[in-house]
């Protein structure tokens, strides 16, 4: 079965850091490039970050370019985000998701929910 | 990167259709043959229903159809079911490998 597992959410400070994963399986993970989407509560999605297959291509929203840091590990079949400076409004339930087929999102994960608060 | 605009509310009685538009610029919508719709009910992960516009994965049926036009894509779900009552969300390509998605819309089934 495909499936994406997250973890690594939790409560964290202002200013804080956290790095989440999502662990794949079901699939060749190192064939298809991987992103991390978020949606804050009683929002709607965002796209976050997008690495490609072999990790040599990297984009990240506006919104979090310079804190965030994306990266994968193909042996381990494991992607990441690291999460730095964090701020309020980076509470959000996040997502690793797919891109099975042709720039559309085929698998995701069931979500880890990150929530930035004193 | 600005939000693609839906509107925040659809609804339609079981049996009838509803469509629900999603608005951008011709940098993602109006660019790109690549607009996505996904369904989601709270809690679960979201579900693909339509990719490059107006195409079906395995499994979706055809009751969700897709279109678009200029700037401005849109979801068709026809014969409406209880089952269809979610959130859903528009998405497109906004080059340069960079994503961009809608502030969703509730469906709301009478």
């Known amino acids: 079965e495909v499936q994406l597992v997250e973890s690594g959410g939790g409560l964290v400070q202002p200013g804080g850091s956290l790095r989440l994963s999502c662990a794949a399986s079901g699939f060749t993970f190192s064939s298809y490039a991987m992103h991390w989407v978020r949606q804050v509560p009683g929002k709607g999605l965002a796209w976050v970050s997008r690495i490609s297959n072999d990790g040599s291509s990297i984009t990240y929203a506006d919104s979090v370019k310079g804190r965030f840091t994306i990266s994968r590990d193909n042996a381990k079949n494991t992607l990441y985000l690291q999460m730095n400076s964090l701020r309020a409004e980076d509470t959000a339930v996040y997502y690793c998701?797919?891109?099975?087929?042709?720039?559309?999102?085929?698998?995701w994960g069931q979500g880890t929910m990150v929530t930035v608060s004193s | 990167q600005s939000a693609l605009t839906q509107p925040p509310s659809a609804s339609g009685s079981p049996g009838q259709s509803v469509t629900i538009s999603c608005t951008g610029t011709?940098?993602?919508?109006?660019?790109?043959?690549?607009v996505s719709w996904y369904q989601h009910h709270p809690g679960r992960a979201p579900k693909l229903m339509i990719y490059e516009v107006s195409k079906r994965p395995s499994g979706v049926p055809d009751r969700f159809s897709g279109s678009k036009s200029g700037n401005t894509a849109s979801l068709t779900v026809s014969g409406l079911q209880a089952e269809d009552e979610a959130d859903y969300y528009c998405s497109s390509y906004a080059g340069s490998y960079n994503w961009v998605f809608g502030a969703g819309t509730k469906l709301t089934v009478l």
């Open positions: 998701a797919r891109p099975g087929l042709r720039f559309a999102f085929d698998v």
């Open positions: 011709s940098s993602d919508v109006g660019g790109y043959n690549y």
